[in-house]
């Protein structure tokens, strides 16, 4: 079954709103996890790792005041795209790392159902 | 710096006929782990297989079986007797195995797209 849950799957908004998604570990702790983007018919795009506790760390090019990703406990990761625009349309998937620790830092990374998010 | 490469954008069988999606990496660190997803059309990545770089058996999993050959930096994926339900956006990806700091991340082939018709 699912390990990673992702909420919502599909999400519709006017341009200059803001948009949340949220990551959920299923019966496991997940002190990291990561928000991926992914356009029509392209690879994975690594955004930013979240981490409990402390900031989260953006790859090159993200814009974290766009982007904001709070880990608010040890199975939630949220992603809130803000002032969305419609080039901010995409498909967005978070993972997380699951081992037989729950902790190990080269865990496999299990990822979410994704988030398609459409600005209009 | 590490790259995987999918060479196949594409593929189309015909249902029962075998598949191997390829997938050639690089990397400079002397272990490291390589995995393969699947995709389909609903969007959620499915964990296919993790394979360390020490362990160089190849593997059987029902249709589907790996090969991992460290002397040409590839790690091939086969489908036996293919079916509809197959059909999907296939990704390899590499992680090191010991990294510097925080979790190890994953890098992307660009995917193979295998459709498999009736």
């Known amino acids: 079954g699912a390990v990673v849950s992702q909420h919502p799957s599909r999400v519709i908004c006017k341009s200059g709103t803001s948009v949340k998604i949220e990551c959920r570990s299923l019966d496991f702790q997940a002190t990291t996890m990561f928000w991926y983007r992914q356009f029509p018919k392209k690879s994975l795009m690594l955004m930013a790792t979240s981490n409990e506790g402390s900031k989260a760390t953006y790859e090159q090019g993200v814009e974290k005041d766009k982007f904001l990703i709070n880990h608010a406990s040890l199975t939630l990761s949220t992603l809130t795209v803000t002032s969305a625009h419609p080039e901010d349309s995409s498909f967005y998937i978070c993972?997380?790392?699951?081992?037989?620790?729950?902790?190990?830092?080269?865990?496999?990374?299990?990822f979410g159902p994704g988030t398609r998010l459409t600005v209009l | 710096a590490q790259k995987v490469t999918q060479a196949q954008t594409e593929i189309s069988v015909v249902e029962k006929e075998d598949v191997t999606l390829d997938c050639v990496y690089e990397t400079r660190d002397t272990t490291y782990y390589l995995f393969w997803y699947k995709q389909p059309p609903s969007g959620e990545l499915v964990f296919l297989i993790r394979?360390?770089?020490?362990?160089?058996q190849n593997e059987i999993s029902g249709r589907y079986s790996w090969n991992f050959q460290k002397s040409t930096s590839s790690f091939n994926f086969t489908i036996t007797a293919s079916q509809v339900v197959d059909s999907a956006v296939y990704f390899c990806?590499?992680?090191?195995?010991?990294?510097?700091?925080?979790?190890?991340?994953?890098?992307f082939g660009k995917g193979t797209m295998l459709l498999v018709s009736p």
């Open positions: 394979r360390n770089s020490f362990d160089e």
């Open positions: 993972s997380a790392p699951k081992g037989a620790s729950g902790r190990g830092r080269t865990d496999t990374q299990y």
């Open positions: 990806a590499l992680s090191e195995a010991w990294p510097n700091s925080g979790y190890s991340t994953l890098t």
